[in-house]
DNA sequence: CATTCGTGGCA
DNA sequence: TTGCCAAGAAT
């Protein structure tokens, strides 16, 4: 890939050579991920989505099974939702999974199967906000449309040592975009958000625009939302058919439709197995995981019928997240 | 426009 | 152990 910029008559030689700079460091240092494999448009948008808000690494074995499961716009658009969810399980923001699935059908449907190739189109489908739109647009099909994403934002503020309201760094961005390469430049500035001007402990001095920077290394920060701090109590039961679980009502404010251990009232009689700590938005977690006789089964609240499962077939649920993690701790496989 | 939605990894 | 987040979007 070249490493060339353009000679766009509107940019000062400053941001010729920044791009020329940047670009050149993108091709020798990106890392090499499933979804740079080619620019196929449905490749690219799954992992724009799963990579909302969502760490590169806990995304890639996600996505290596999820398009394994579905290698085709008509293929997720043909599955259950269920099993879509299943697939998305342990990734988070499940709303993200649901409006991938319905976009699917909705680009079976309406553009036949094929990912519409203007931004305002692909901007439309639901789960694509303009963030994504940009991204699928200028990797998949070479548009000229600047993302801004937290990356983005941080290495701008930084490079211009001022922060801007947000329809100011969206200028910036276009205004920066390397309209022979927006695919590749729009990935350069994230990569190198990701990996070198990093919020905390940044690396410049091997940062390929340190000359160009105004304020190397200046503090981001964020403010952070109090956590609260939630204790419960889960049961595994045991019986001849295998683990017993409950269907999260599919009007719950979090992960409708998802499966997970009953909660019970805590009591003397059930027998701790262990304890797991886990974090969902804004509140922490401590799950106590108890076996429960039976006959003495207490739910908590009301709960939706329960089913059982034999231990393989749990894995093939859509489990929220801290259900994995108990299963996962008690080698239930 | 402020809130809400998950999770795991790492300093 | 605890806190701090990470390639945002919908409402």
Redesign the pocket.
Known sequence: MPARSSTSASATPDVLSLRSALLGWYAAHQ?Q?P??QDRDPYRVWV?????????????LEHYRLFLEAFPTVAALAAAPEQHVLALW????????AR?LHQAAKLVVAQFLGRIPTDLDSI?A???????????IASIAYGLRAA?V??????VLSRLDGLSRPDAAVWRRAAELLDPLHPGDWN?AM??L??TVC????PQCLVCPVHGWCRAPGAE??????A?K?LQLTCALIKRRRGFCLVKRPPDA????G?WELPEVVPSDRQTPICLV??????T?YEVHVVSVPIKALTLLGPQPAWLCFSSWELWSLP???????ILRKLAIH
Do not use: C, F
């Not at 992992?47 to 995304?59: K, P």
């Open positions: 890392r991920l979804w740079r992992s724009e989505i799963m990579l909302q808000q969502t760490r590169v690494a806990a995304v399980s342990g990734l988070g923001y499940y709303r993200r409006m901007r489908l639901p789960g694509v906000g303009r963030y994504t739109a940009a991204a993302v994403d937290g990356n983005v934002e941080r990935q994230m990569e958000g990701a990093t919020p905390q402990n981001t920060r964020r403010p952070q939302p956590r701090r404010a979090q992960m409708p998802m700590r886990h974090s969902i938005t804004d922490n489990l929220t997240g801290v259900t994995r993690k």
